[in-house]
């Protein structure tokens, strides 16, 4: 079990972070939209493994074959879940440490800080203060338009070797190297199955 500190959304352009704080807009791309998004850096926005679930590695000792015919060369083989890839997400800025850790002042200050990676995803901060309140008026909001709503911190693995990731985590699992992003993630089900954003407005802070 973990604590969440705090919750903030995080933007690349003010007048999103405009409409997220006076209009409780929340605008929610697909998973596969973050997949194939052309990022400027490194472990940031983009993340090839969205929506993934199964990475094979070859180092594994392994072999790759289509039509058995071995391939050579493949450094990774992902199978993505197309179920997943088309709904849409909403993703949150949630330091959070065990339950079980000691509380104290320097390791609050490490758990909350923003790294140079983090800033990467954007120049504006809204902080959201008093995130039950938040999720609670969010999901009533989807209730009353008819969507589906999972919504929990984001699982950081080692993707280095081969991965399975179960069903009912899909969306919910990245990369080690994405961890500084300290990702709670709302994943909304539209029931379109549509790969293109999804708005949600009134969700008030």
Same mark, same amino acid.
């Given at each position: ?6 919750m ?34 490194d472990?940031?926005?983009?993340d ?5 679930i ?57 758990? $909350? %800080? ?5 800033? @990467?995803?954007?120049?504006?901060? !809204? #902080? =959201?203060?008093?995130?039950? &309140? ?6 009533d ?7 589906? $709503? %999972? ?5 950081? @693995?080692?993707?280095?070797?081969? !991965? #399975? =990731?179960?069903?009912?985590? &899909?969306?919910?699992?990245?990369p080690l ?29």
């Amino acid at each position: 079990m973990y604590y969440i500190h705090m919750m903030a959304k995080v933007f690349s352009d003010e007048n999103w972070a405009d409409e997220f704080l006076n209009k409780g807009k929340l605008y929610c791309n697909t998973l596969n939209y973050f997949r194939m998004h052309q990022d400027e850096y490194d472990n940031n926005i983009k993340d090839p493994y969205e929506g993934v679930i199964m990475r094979i590695s070859p180092d594994d000792g392994g072999e790759l074959k289509i039509n058995e015919h071995k391939l050579e060369g493949i450094e990774e083989c992902l199978i993505h879940s197309n179920y997943h890839l088309y709904k849409n997400i909403f993703c949150l800025y949630a330091p959070n440490s065990p339950l079980d850790q000691e509380a104290t002042l320097e390791n609050f200050e490490s758990i $909350v %800080k923003i790294t140079d990676d983090a800033k @990467k995803l954007g120049g504006y901060f !809204v #902080v =959201i203060q008093d995130s039950k &309140v938040f999720n609670a008026r969010l999901i009533d909001k989807a209730r009353e338009m008819g969507l589906g $709503v %999972k919504q929990r911190l984001v699982d950081y @693995k080692d993707f280095s070797g081969s !991965v #399975v =990731i179960d069903e009912k985590d &899909v969306g919910f699992v990245k990369p080690l190297q994405y961890a500084h992003q300290k990702e709670f993630r709302i994943m909304i089900d539209n029931g379109c199955y549509e790969d293109k954003p999804f708005e949600i407005e009134n969700a008030s802070i």
